[in-house]
């Protein structure tokens, strides 16, 4: 068996277990973010500003998870997977960008209850939120477009290589 190919089964026998730690990436702080926020308070201003500005803490070890799914995905040439988490990511960021309106309209709202000498912490605080909410969200964005596209070209490839004909021919041969 040559190297290249002994080194891809060797990445592919570790793309399961690459696929379990990703979940539990995504999965655990997700958990935890809604254990430290239970029980939901919708309608309060306060809750809903504290809420997703501990969202932003939390956000770059699930995207990390993701990666790891989407290089698992890719490495065991599951399509439907890449497809779905794609559809995901970009649904993620779609929704990112809506809680960060959400959030900066809170910010406003409760920054009016702030006393003057706090409210320069809190707008640092709530402007870092706001950053890394927005990277978070274009990197999101970004991972669904190329894995959509990763899977299309992968799949359109794959029925191109069977069927089309080769692009150099011995000299003489006909044509195909």
């Known amino acids: ?89 970009i649904v993620a960021a779609i929704t990112m960008i809506g809680l960060m309106v959400i959030f900066a309209l809170d910010w406003l709202q409760f920054r009016a209850t702030i006393p003057p000498d706090g409210q320069g912490t809190m707008d640092v605080g709530s402007g870092k939120a706001l950053v890394k909410d927005a990277l978070v969200a274009l990197v999101l964005l970004w991972a669904g477009i190329v894995g959509w596209r990763i899977s299309r070209q992968h799949g359109s490839a794959r029925g191109r290589h069977r069927s089309s004909p080769p692009l150099i021919r011995e000299s003489g041969s006909p044509p195909a």
């Open 1 to 89: 068996m040559p190297e290249s190919d002994r080194s891809l089964s060797d990445l592919r026998a570790l793309a399961w277990p690459l696929y379990c730690a990703g979940l539990l990436m995504v999965a655990l702080p997700l958990a935890d973010l809604a254990s430290n926020v239970w029980p939901p308070r919708l309608g309060q201003v306060e809750w809903r500003f504290g809420t997703l500005g501990l969202m932003a803490g939390f956000l770059l070890t699930p995207v990390l998870g993701v990666f790891m799914i989407a290089a698992s995905a890719a490495l065991l040439d599951h399509r439907v997977v890449q497809r779905i988490l794609a559809i995901l990511n």
